[in-house]
Every structure is written in C-alpha cells, then in structure tokens.
C-alpha cells in the first residue's frame, strides 16, 4: 500500500466546531486531492492541488477549504461543521512532473477519514 | 466531460472460481487512463491495475486482467480462482484532462 497518510481515522463532533482532516503523504507526489464518498458510494472531487501553493475546486461544491504550503501535506478545514457534512473523506496522490508517464497519472490513496457531525 | 458507468451494483462468485465485472466510458480525450481500484469493507481503496489507452495490449496484474476494448469504450476487470480477500467494492475509473473519474462501484462477494 501507498505511503499516504490521514488523520484522525474517525472523528465525531458537534454541529459548529472548526476541524481539520490532515493528510500526508512521502512518496515526493507533487498533486494531491480530496474526495467525499457517501458509503458504497462512488468518489466525487472536492479539491485539488498540483503543488506548493496551488489549490483548486473539484467537480463537487464543499464549504471545506483547503492549503497547501508543504509539498507532502495537504490539510482540509471545515470552519463551522454541520450534519450535512457527514462523509468519508479520502485523501489521495499522484505523481506529477518528475515521474514517468503512467505513474504521473495514477493516484493512490489514503485510509480515510469518518466523520460524523451531530 | 468524462463518464464512467458500472451496470453490475453487486455481483458473487464461487470461492475459486472466476468472475468478470463490467465497465464502459465515455471521454472526448484522444490520451488518457483506465483504472480499476478495490475498496474492501472499512479498508483503504487501493489500485488493482491500470491500462493505459495508447496499448493495445490488455494489462495483468497476476490474478486480474483486464479486457480492454477502446473502441467499444469497454474495460471489464476478470477475476481469477476468487478468493475471500477479494471481496470488496469495485470502482472503475478514468483519467483524462487531469481528472479521474469514478463509476458507481461494483460490490463483490465471495461465497466460500
């Protein structure tokens, strides 16, 4: 398995607490990305970044924001949690420019995190 | 735009015997990548293989294949001698114009 990293596993937390999703990961990745998957759902793209500094809107709206001031480490924040977010959030990494075609384009993931707002 | 279906929601299979789920795409790119991932309950999604579309050769991965049909936009993942640990979700994807895009899954018993 891939060498990408997130934290906490499993969050539960009350309506209009900030928190933060971390993720990181060390196989040098210059692109990173957040999906949110409903269970035995599909995955749908919430950001996205390709590298330091660089940070864009996926497919999905989501209130969370996201930085990325370390090339390893992409954290998403929800600045006032509430019920509809409850979710799996999955964090996931590809190669980017300094890897061989085929590798660049293949993403791996992280274990997910679980969260429930109440 | 790009779209992934997956027509099969939940498919079983006899322990050791061989199974062969479905996947069909939809892309406007002339390059780009398809990708089988496993989801295993509460487990980590992990890749099983990955074709590239420039090939015409189907990619292996020891007990998994792909059967890779680009011009019927097909790209069907057959499992082999099934065992219990294959059991899981079974996502199809695309990637092109720097996005990949996920099918709806496929859930995969194994009946031992």
């Known amino acids: 398995e891939a060498d990408i990293y997130q934290t906490p596993r499993y969050l539960v937390i009350g309506t209009g607490k900030k928190i933060t999703l971390e993720c990181s990961q060390t196989m040098g990745h210059d692109k990173m990305y957040w999906y949110q998957q409903d269970p035995g759902m599909e995955l749908h793209l919430i950001h996205y970044?390709?590298?330091?500094?660089?940070?864009e809107k996926g497919d999905l709206s989501s209130e969370s924001t996201v930085s990325r001031i370390r090339t390893e480490h992409f954290p998403l924040t929800l600045e006032s949690a509430r019920p509809s977010h409850t979710s799996q959030y999955l964090c996931a990494s590809s190669g980017g420019r300094n890897f061989g075609q085929g590798a660049r384009e293949t993403q791996y993931f992280g274990p997910g995190t679980r969260l429930l707002v109440l | 735009a790009q779209t992934v279906t997956q027509s099969q929601p939940e498919m079983s299979v006899q322990e050791a015997e061989t199974v062969t789920l479905s996947c069909t795409y939809d892309?406007?790119?002339?390059?780009?990548?398809l990708f089988w991932y496993k989801q295993p309950p509460s487990r980590q999604m992990i890749l099983v293989i990955r074709q590239e579309a420039y090939k015409q050769q189907n990619a292996t991965e020891n007990r998994f294949s792909v059967n890779f049909q680009k011009a019927a936009k097909s790209f069907s993942l057959k499992i082999s001698d099934s065992q219990l640990g294959d059991a899981a979700m079974y996502f199809c994807a695309s990637f092109g114009n720097e996005k990949l895009t996920f099918g709806t899954g496929t859930r995969l018993t194994i009946i031992p």
């Open positions: 892309t406007s790119e002339s390059d780009y990548y």
């Open positions: 970044s390709y590298g330091v500094n660089s940070t």
